[in-house]
T-cell receptor, first 114, second 120 residues
């Protein structure tokens, strides 16, 4: 069964600190992996997307890594800010022939405290 | 508007009532998706439209759920005889291009703010 698991479920860090969120997936065949940020009461917003041939992608203070062999990805946030407080969702696209399906993880809820 | 909009933002319904949720995608976007997001969970796919054609409705949980996009722009998700387990945030997303398959296929989806449905 195609699944995306994220850890930790929730995380509290102090402003200015770094953190790393993990994503493991069992989706096959794999097309691409995306990280989304979802603020409370808002829809998800794309941060990064990586295909199987890419192993790192940066977007400002966000850096995503992908190991397609071990089926693991991480999202590293540098010098956290209060506005980084949100849910971070790992999404894997499964190659499905005519159309690809997005499979969402349950998210990591990040709280950045002053 | 520049983004995907949804209305209403909040809806409270009594069990057994019918509800209709509206999505206005980004102008010109061909693809439109509906997702259901339960509290503390990631979104789960409900249905997909390419223009006015509903190409995939495999995620609709029951025949009480019905979606349409008659003119290929605005879409409505209708839930008949609502049940408490229907309580969730319903997200709409749109994408510029048709959804395609393939190892290198990528189609960025832009999400609306969602409609939070509470069934009492």
């Amino acid at each position: 069964k195609n699944q995306v698991e994220q850890s930790p479920q929730s995380l509290i860090i102090l402003e200015g600190k770094n953190c790393t969120l993990q994503c493991n997936y069992t989706v096959s065949p794999f097309s691409n992996l995306r990280w989304y940020k979802q603020d409370t009461g808002r829809g998800p917003v794309s941060l990064t997307i990586m295909t199987f041939s890419e192993n790192t992608k940066s977007n400002g203070r966000y850096t995503a890594t992908l190991d397609a062999d071990t089926k693991q990805s991480s999202l590293h946030i540098t010098a956290s800010q209060l506005s980084d407080s949100a849910s971070y969702i790992c999404v894997v696209s499964a190659y499905g022939g005519a159309t690809n399906k997005l499979i969402f993880g349950t998210g990591t809820l990040l709280a950045v405290q002053p | 508007g520049a983004g995907v909009s949804q209305s209403p933002r909040y809806k409270v319904a009594k069990r057994g009532q019918d509800v209709a949720l509206r999505c206005d995608p980004i102008s010109g976007h061909v693809s439109l998706f509906w997702y259901q997001q339960a509290l503390g969970q990631g979104p789960e796919f409900l249905t997909y439209f390419q223009n006015e054609a509903q190409l995939d409705k495999s995620g609709l949980p029951s025949d009480r759920f019905f979606a349409e996009r008659p003119e290929g722009s605005v879409s409505t998700l209708k839930i008949q005889r609502t049940q408490q387990e229907d309580s969730a945030v319903y997200l709409c997303a749109s994408s510029l291009h048709p959804l395609r398959g393939g190892l290198r296929s990528y189609n960025e989806q832009f999400f609306g703010p969602g409609t939070r449905l509470t069934v009492l």
